[in-house]
């Protein structure tokens, strides 16, 4: 840990910021006694995949908000099919 006067901040900044961010916390002083201190921000852990906080279709989570499904996919599943087929029939026309 590196300790620096509130006059070497004042007259480089930017060098000491950048140490900081790099390497270590800094502790300004003002006349010997620690005032402040500059240190490095922590990047947040990535989040743990788990099968609650997994990412949703639109489809999907449209339905799971509606209710529409329960513990039986065959309505989204028959749905989903139907406008597939729909579509493709579009497209041969």
């Known amino acids: ?22 390497e270590e916390e800094i502790i300004v002083t003002d006349r010997g006694v620690p005032i402040a201190s500059v240190r490095p921000v922590t990047k947040p852990s990535p989040k743990k995949y788990t099968w609650a906080n997994r990412p949703l279709l639109p489809g999907y989570a449209a339905y799971l908000r509606e209710g529409i499904m329960g513990t039986d ?10 406008s597939r087929d729909n579509s493709v029939a579009e497209i041969e026309d």
Do not use: F, Q, V, Y
């Open 73 to 82: 996919s065959t309505p989204g599943i028959s749905d989903d099919r139907t």
């Open 1 to 22: 840990m590196k300790t620096i006067s509130l006059r070497e901040l004042h007259n480089d900044t930017g060098k000491w910021i950048r140490r900081a961010s790099e």
